[in-house]
């Protein structure tokens, strides 16, 4: 059984489909909800739910909370988590985090494009296409390998938040099965 900590920083809805997919899973659960915003909404969504949810300061807490992550989980899984994961994280877990982006990588991605101001830039470009990536997590934000892609149509000049709420509906649908296929093809083959 494979114990996963999600890192978030807003809503949680990711974390909380995550959590939720994996409830009943043999393969994996979620053990711990870890959030650097005190003010996340992902707090109150686990408040009835049997997860510790930890919130910390990266800038102080950052070594004491790897340690922490260490001892308790074997897989790290970043769901709107907004801030960059230190060189000594992505060594102590290696090829075992990874991130979901709201976009087709490598395109609008890098600091700075998260939520909302990934789908302007999309609504903005012209492309006919966006989706979400799921990718392994190096130390430069949204450049580790692809897992896996899903694409959705998007018309050029289209609302931001019509293409926000297309992808959060892929996001919803594919994050936690790719992740179950990823531990069951890559990771417990190791
Ligand atoms: C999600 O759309 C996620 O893809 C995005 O933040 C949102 C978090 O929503 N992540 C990024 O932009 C990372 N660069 P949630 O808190 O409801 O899961």
Redesign the pocket.
Known sequence: MFKIAVL?S??????QNLYEYFEDSQLARVELIVTNNPKA??ISRFQDKNTAVLVFDPSTDSQEMLNKLKSSVDIILL??Y?RLIPKDWTKAFAHRIV????ALLPKYGGKG???RR?HQAVSESGDLESG?TIHLVNERY?EGAIVAQFKVQVTPGEPAEEIESK??AL?QEHYAPTVAKWIKDVISQQ
């Open positions: 978030a807003g809503s949680g809805s990711n974390a909404g992902v769901a709107g907004m991130n979901i982006h709201p494009m998260y939520g990934v979400i949204d992808v959060r996001e």
